[in-house]
Structures are given as C-alpha cells and as structure tokens.
C-alpha cells in the first residue's frame, strides 16, 4: 500500500475501482429503499442519519462516496491491489458495513475503504509522517495515525525463532504482552475498539532494511484473539513475500485461512476470550 505508485493500466484499475463502487451504491440504494417500504403508513419516520448529507432519508449520495467516485474516475494513479484481490475484502465489507475497520497502511486505495465502510470507523496506521501530510491536504475526510516501527526485514528470522516461546502464543493484549513482535504504542483508540476487519499491508517490507509487516501480523492476530465476542476478519497483502507468507500463516494460523485471492490471503479468527481454562490452542 506503501509503495508510490507501481506501473499498472491506469484504465483498468479505474475500471475495477468504478465497479466496485458502483455496486457498492447500488446495494446501498436498494438496502435504503426497501427500508423506505417498511416504514408505517404515518410517513413521520425517517432513515436514521448516517452523514451530513443525508437529510430526512439517506437515499441521496453521502459525501465519501461522491469523492470516491470522482478521485478514482480522474485520477491515473491507482491502487496495487487486484480486482479480485480488492473483491475479497469488499465482499466483508458490503456484508458487515457500518462497521470498525483497521489498516496497516495509508495509500492509493484508502479512500475506497474508507467509503465502503460507510458509516462505520475506518482507521490507518502509517508510518511515513510525510505521506501522512500529504494524503491529509487531499483527503481530510481520512483518518489517520503515524505508527513507528522498531523491526526491519532482515531481523524476520530471528524474530521467528524467538517468538515461539510461551510468551507470544499465550493470548495476552498486546499493548501488555511480553513478546518482542507485539506493538504497544498504537494509539489508544487501537487498542480499545472492538474490530471487524483488520487490514495489512503496512508497514514497508521489500527490501531488507525496511521495517517488515512481522509486527503488524502478530499484533492484528492478537487484537482479533482478544476482541470480546464474535470473529475478525483479517487480510494481509504481498503474501508472495517471505515475510508476509510465513508469519500470517504461524500467527493468523493456516486453520483460520478462508481463502487466498493472488496476494491477499483472508483469515477468520475467533476471539479466545471466552476460553478461561486455556483449552483452544492458538492455531487450530
């Protein structure tokens, strides 16, 4: 997500990132009409207001996804992610929506998430200050924190191998835990939101001295693990990459896999909060 910009056919992705949308709207209009039709015959209820735009029903077009629309309509710069791959997360999304939403990365395709959670909590986690700034004067609408990481790509192995003592697959927070991969200085409101799905596709992992998602993975496995009730849908990119292949599938478990749409891989994953006796193992 990251990276700036990839050489792709800018005609196509507006093409994908066009239909997505799209049908995103048109889920939306029909779910607000078949709303409309359930209303009493007293015509003095109303749709519950979601955003400004929306003024006694929320048929009219929100703001998010009218500036969607128009940025990825106009704009030769595009997402790295696939139709398929970008189908896969908008899937959850059309079905959970409003829902909270996390990201590991600010980038060309955080407008999109942002507006297909409409109504709901979107929040990006970006580690380079500067692009913080920058995507701020476009899209204010965006919110975003800068995460700093203390890990680089050349340290994977060594990670790995130290994170298989008791102390990193014991379910513990990870803003209290004692393992070396979990991040414990995200910004509160990370850590006590309660969170459908968790993106990651950040921080910066393709050359050696760059951060690496290790942390990333392990800390999203966690928050899901220690979420109060329900499940959490978790999506990392750039599977092709060592560290992404090998620590989603020691920390988000191949068990919990659903499924791997070329890059992205999505996982489900069930909150170990009701397991008191430490019964259900950490991977399946």
Known sequence: MIMRPKPQNPVNIKLIILGVTVGFLVLFVLRSSFSSSDMNTSGLQTLVKKDSDCLSTCTKLPSSLSHALIHYTTSSITPQQTLQEISVTAQILLNKSPCNFLVF?????????????????TI?????????????????MLNSYHVVYDTKVNQAHNLMDLSKGLECTSITHPKHSMCQLALKTLPKEVYETEWDLIMVDAPTGYYDEAPGRMTAIYTAGMIARNKKEGETHVFVHDVNREVED???????CEGYMKEQQGRLRHFTIPSHRDDALGSKPFCP
């Open 105 to 121: 990365g600010l980038g060309h395709d955080s407008l999109m998430w942002n507006a297909l959670n409409y109504g709901g909590r």
């Open 246 to 252: 090998e620590f989603s599938k020691a920390f988000l």
């Open 124 to 140: 990006f986690l970006e580690e380079d200050q500067a692009w913080i700034h920058q995507i701020k004067r476009r899209f204010p």
